[in-house]
């Protein structure tokens, strides 16, 4: 007899033939009543669910996070502590291209994480760029719509990309960022990634501090040409699955140093730019990065469907000691992402188990798709509301956070308003050497071909306000490559 286990159905019944449809004679004509051939095509039909608005194409794995330094003076968070472990998820993505997409594509990389802490899960969902593109939510369906495919032609455009760039200058930080080498990272573990929005710590005294989050690549930066990478597409469209697969495979297991960049409330009033600004750094000068510890990524997951594409990252998922900011696209995100995984998954999504926290979870929640809780979360069927007197789960005060000063009137504020959109970029553009500079300027080029003169002309004037040479760079590199003129009639307007 074969030791192989018996094929059944979904019910759980065995299944007496897997290979030939019940029918009336041997030519043909299927019976309805062969239900599990019907099962097996109507699962078919189901594999797919809707893939991220963005961030569709992904890779991830598994890994641990270990405190090696101290900041407990900032944070009472048990995962930030010293000596702390902690089991964690990375996903990593491109954001505009679908799950089909080639993974050397120029494009931002999604940097996503989640801590699966002893008080609840920790995601921090960042990117490998310091920045974003816009700083006020209401940007944010536009701004991707621009790098999605246009209704008419199905086909990306590098119209409507510039002409979103060159009407937003709060997006110049992130497009030169984008088209400098750190816009086509050979694979996920030769980058940094950044938490990007401001977030709050939070110690055991309940003072407040801002933070920033920054995993710093311990296998070096490393980047392709444009040209390269089009190599590689032509050899493979899955570049860095094979690579993050294959390294952690060969127990290659890659290394991010965890950093956090830490100001008081009182330095934050004090900052000529807005600390809660997306699209601004707060310069190393100032505010130092200091070292917190490390990040492993050992094992690769055993399904990707159920592991990487159902992995569910918010930023509304804290924990005590961990806390979000006043920046407007962080409090977008809040709803967005958590929304989004509503849609995607299920109303239970934080219950597939990649998702689930490893510490006890106990809610109110109820019905729905997909409860498998097997009951209610709160250890007695007659505590199913609240308050009750049934011993259900109560809440804990002591997880409150300090409060938060807000001063000001209710009302929409112009976010260009005493806002520098440059300053910074040209502190980044000097960083550069001239061989970097050389290629930002090429890509740029390359990624403004046939984009009407008015438009090319707008964005070279938020060129020159960074730099002269950046102008005259991007300039030069458009004739070169498209032989473009300038047009001086837009120029003249
Ligand atoms: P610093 O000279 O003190 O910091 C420079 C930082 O810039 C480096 O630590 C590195 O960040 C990053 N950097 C260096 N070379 C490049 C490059 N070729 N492409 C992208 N980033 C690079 O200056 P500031 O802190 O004042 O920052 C200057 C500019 O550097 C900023 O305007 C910003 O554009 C960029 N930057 C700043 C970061 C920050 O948090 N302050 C983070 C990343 C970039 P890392 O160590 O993270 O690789």
Same mark, same amino acid.
């Given at each position: 007899?074969?030791?192989?286990?018996?094929?059944?159905?979904?019910?759980?019944? $065995?299944?007496?033939?897997?290979?030939?449809?019940? /029918?009336?004679?041997?030519?043909?004509?299927?019976?309805?009543? !062969?239900?599990?051939?019907?099962?097996?095509?109507?699962? =078919?039909?189901?594999?797919?669910?809707?893939?991220?608005?963005?961030?569709?194409?992904?890779?991830?794995? #598994?890994?641990?996070? /270990?405190?090696?330094?101290?900041?407990? %003076?900032?944070?009472?968070?048990?995962?930030?502590?010293?000596?702390?472990?902690? $089991?964690?998820?990375?996903?990593?993505?491109?954001?505009?291209?679908?799950?089909?997409?080639?993974?050397?594509?120029?494009?931002?990389?999604?940097?996503?994480?989640?801590?699966?802490?002893?008080?609840?899960?920790?995601?921090?969902?960042?990117?490998?760029?310091?920045?974003?593109?816009?700083? !006020?939510?209401?940007?944010?369906?536009?701004?991707?719509?621009?790098?999605?495919? @246009?209704?008419?032609?199905?086909?990306?455009?590098?119209?409507?990309?510039?002409? #979103?760039?060159?009407?937003? +200058?709060? &997006?110049?930080?992130?497009?030169?960022?984008?088209?400098?080498?750190?816009?086509?990272?050979?694979?996920?573990? #030769?980058?940094?990634?950044?938490?990007?929005?401001?977030?709050?710590?939070?110690?055991?005294?309940?003072? %407040?501090?801002?933070?920033?989050?920054?995993?710093?690549?311990?296998?070096? @930066?490393? @980047?392709?040409?444009?040209?390269?990478?089009?190599?590689?597409?032509?050899?493979?469209?899955?570049?860095?699955?094979?690579?993050?697969?294959?390294?952690?495979?060969?127990?290659?297991?890659?290394?991010?140093?965890?950093?956090?960049?830490?100001?008081?409330?009182? =330095?934050?009033?004090?900052?000529?730019?807005?600390?809660?600004?997306?699209?601004?750094?707060? +310069?190393?000068?100032?505010?130092? *990065?200091? !070292?917190?510890?490390?990040?492993?990524?050992?094992?690769?997951?055993?399904?990707?469907?159920?592991?990487?594409?159902?992995?569910?990252?918010?930023?509304?998922?804290?924990?005590?000691?961990?806390?979000?900011?006043?920046?407007?696209?962080?409090?977008?995100?809040? #709803?967005?992402?958590?929304?989004?995984?509503?849609?995607?998954?299920?109303?239970?999504?934080?219950?597939?188990?990649?998702?689930? +926290?490893?510490? +006890?979870?106990?809610?109110?929640?109820?019905?729905?798709?997909?409860?498998?809780?097997?009951?209610?979360?709160?250890?007695? *069927?007659?505590?199913?509301?609240?308050?009750? &007197?049934?011993?259900?789960?109560?809440?804990?005060?002591?997880?409150?956070?300090?409060?938060?000063?807000?001063?000001? !009137?209710?009302?929409?504020?112009?976010?260009?308003?005493?806002?520098?959109?440059?300053?910074?970029?040209?502190?980044?553009?000097?960083?550069?050497?001239?061989?970097?500079?050389?290629?930002?300027?090429?890509?740029?080029?390359?990624?403004?071909?046939?984009?009407?003169?008015?438009?090319?002309? %707008?964005?070279?004037?938020?060129?020159?306000?960074? @730099?002269?040479?950046?102008?005259?760079?991007?300039?030069?590199?458009?004739?070169?490559?498209?032989?473009?003129?300038?047009? /001086?009639?837009?120029?003249?307007?």
């Amino acid at each position: 007899m074969s030791d192989r286990p018996t094929l059944t159905t979904t019910a759980g019944a $065995p299944v007496p033939d897997n290979q030939n449809s019940m /029918t009336a004679g041997e030519r043909g004509g299927v019976m309805l009543q !062969d239900y599990q051939l019907i099962e097996k095509l109507a699962h =078919q039909n189901r594999e797919r669910i809707p893939e991220r608005a963005v961030h569709a194409k992904g890779w991830g794995a #598994f890994g641990t996070l /270990t405190i090696t330094g101290d900041i407990s %003076r900032y944070t009472k968070a048990s995962a930030l502590q010293p000596g702390a472990v902690t $089991p964690m998820l990375a996903r990593f993505s491109t954001v505009a291209g679908e799950m089909g997409a080639a993974d050397h594509e120029r494009d931002v990389r999604g940097f996503a994480l989640k801590f699966y802490t002893s008080e609840g899960n920790w995601d921090l969902v960042g990117n490998n760029t310091p920045v974003f593109f816009v700083r !006020d939510a209401y940007k944010f369906p536009d701004f991707i719509h621009t790098q999605k495919r @246009h209704p008419r032609t199905n086909l990306r455009s590098a119209t409507a990309m510039w002409d #979103f760039w060159s009407l937003s +200058p709060e &997006s110049l930080h992130q497009v030169t960022i984008l088209m400098s080498d750190r816009g086509l990272p050979v694979d996920p573990t #030769f980058m940094n990634g950044y938490g990007s929005h401001t977030y709050s710590l939070i110690n055991a005294a309940g003072e %407040r501090f801002w933070v920033k989050f920054h995993f710093k690549t311990q296998q070096g @930066h490393r @980047h392709h040409t444009n040209d390269e990478a089009e190599q590689i597409i032509g050899r493979t469209r899955e570049g860095y699955q094979e690579a993050l697969f294959g390294k952690i495979e060969k127990g290659e297991y890659p290394r991010w140093k965890l950093q956090v960049q830490i100001m008081t409330e009182e =330095q934050a009033e004090k900052t000529s730019y807005n600390p809660f600004d997306i699209t601004k750094v707060w +310069p190393h000068g100032e505010f130092p *990065p200091i !070292d917190v510890g490390v990040m492993e990524l050992n094992r690769n997951p055993d399904n990707y469907f159920a592991e990487i594409e159902q992995a569910a990252f918010s930023p509304s998922n804290i924990v005590p000691g961990i806390s979000y900011s006043p920046d407007k696209m962080l409090q977008a995100r809040i #709803f967005s992402y958590a929304d989004a995984h509503r849609y995607r998954l299920g109303t239970h999504y934080e219950n597939i188990p990649v998702n689930q +926290p490893k510490c +006890p979870v106990h809610h109110y929640h109820r019905d729905g798709q997909m409860n498998t809780y097997g009951g209610l979360r709160t250890g007695n *069927p007659d505590a199913y509301y609240e308050p009750n &007197s049934f011993g259900g789960p109560f809440e804990d005060k002591s997880a409150s956070e300090p409060p938060l000063k807000i001063e000001g !009137d209710m009302s929409r504020y112009d976010h260009r308003v005493g806002n520098d959109d440059y300053v910074q970029v040209t502190a980044l553009f000097n960083l550069f050497d001239e061989g970097q500079k050389g290629r930002l300027f090429r890509n740029i080029a390359a990624a403004m071909g046939g984009v009407p003169g008015h438009i090319v002309e %707008r964005q070279l004037a938020h060129f020159h306000k960074v @730099h002269p040479d950046y102008a005259a760079g991007v300039r030069k590199a458009l004739k070169d490559a498209h032989g473009y003129e300038a047009d /001086t009639l837009s120029a003249a307007e």
